[in-house]
């Protein structure tokens, strides 16, 4: 199992704070009920017509990462999210999605659900 889940979705009033954002990563950590391997870290970013918080964690599994752009004028962006959570370790799309919209107060636009792993390695592999 290697599901990938890649998310977009909208805020009104997007959070531009770092600490939010590492806290909305422990929280997904703990929510998919997975280990943190590196702790989470963000940061602010000022760069015209990118405005906003990047953040990302390094779980036991694989990663998860986020970029929420600022609802300001002049940025291509407002108020966009995009965020992914890969892992090797089974997990429930659903409940992230309900995750980030509730932590986030954001609303889905779309998600994508990929599944990463190799059957045919898979298959090899077990003979």
Same mark, same amino acid.
């Given at each position: 199992m290697h599901k990938h889940l890649v998310v977009t979705a909208l805020? *009104?009033? $997007?959070?531009?704070? $770092? *600490?939010v954002v590492i806290e909305f990563l422990n929280r997904l950590v703990n929510l998919v009920d997975m280990q943190v391997f590196?702790? $989470?870290r963000a940061k602010y970013c000022d760069d015209p017509c990118n405005s906003g918080v990047t953040g990302d964690v390094v779980i036991t599994t694989s990663h998860a990462s986020i970029h929420i752009w600022d609802n300001l004028p002049g940025n291509p962006y407002p108020g966009l999210i995009q965020m992914d959570?890969?892992?090797c370790k089974n997990f429930n799309p659903h409940d992230v999605l309900d995750f980030i919209e509730e932590f986030l107060s954001a609303t889905i636009s779309s998600y994508q659900v990929? *599944?990463?792993?190799l059957p045919s390695y898979a298959a090899s592999a077990a003979a």
């Amino acid at each position: 199992m290697h599901k990938h889940l890649v998310v977009t979705a909208l805020a *009104d009033n $997007p959070t531009n704070s $770092p *600490d939010v954002v590492i806290e909305f990563l422990n929280r997904l950590v703990n929510l998919v009920d997975m280990q943190v391997f590196m702790e $989470p870290r963000a940061k602010y970013c000022d760069d015209p017509c990118n405005s906003g918080v990047t953040g990302d964690v390094v779980i036991t599994t694989s990663h998860a990462s986020i970029h929420i752009w600022d609802n300001l004028p002049g940025n291509p962006y407002p108020g966009l999210i995009q965020m992914d959570l890969y892992s090797c370790k089974n997990f429930n799309p659903h409940d992230v999605l309900d995750f980030i919209e509730e932590f986030l107060s954001a609303t889905i636009s779309s998600y994508q659900v990929i *599944d990463r792993g190799l059957p045919s390695y898979a298959a090899s592999a077990a003979a």
